[in-house]
Nanobody, 124 residues
Framework: QVVLVESGGGLVQAGGSLRLSCAAS????????MGWFRQAPGKEREFVAA????????YYADSVKGRFTISRDNAKNTVYLQMNSLTPEDTAVYYC?????????????????WGQGTQVTVSS
């Protein structure tokens, strides 16, 4: 069982930055692959980024590549999403998710555990 709690969302102007954190409970956090997803009103949940359990491999959606960075600190049971050069199109509720297994995947149905989400709003 893994419980995930996101934080760090808020209101930011276009061009600004935010860092999201996802704190996980459970002794096996370091064995889980982690992902970030987002969902805007009226839209489907969208893959943002994923990171392997070891942190050695990452995977990004094309829409955020070069602007967002996913990282993790297994000693702190935390995964991060650094978001730079934000645009209004990045406005959404952001969720972190955990899955067992080594592959980096963008299909949200393959993730086992989810946080409650944190709102990110980017004003123009």
């Amino acid at each position: 069982q893994v419980v995930l709690v996101e934080s760090g969302g808020g209101l930011v102007q276009a061009g600004g930055s935010l860092r999201l954190s996802c704190a996980a409970s459970g002794r096996t956090f370091s064995t889980y692959g982690m992902g970030w997803f987002r969902q805007a009103p009226g839209k489907e949940r969208e893959f943002v980024a994923a990171i392997r359990w070891s942190g050695t491999n990452t995977y990004y959606a094309d829409s955020v590549k070069g602007r967002f960075t996913i990282s993790r600190d297994n000693a702190k049971n935390t995964v991060y999403l650094q978001m730079n050069s934000l645009t209004p199109e990045d406005t959404a509720v952001y969720y972190c998710a955990a899955r067992s297994g080594g592959l980096l995947v963008r299909d949200y149905t393959l993730y086992d555990y989810w946080g409650q989400g944190t709102q990110v709003t980017v004003s123009s």
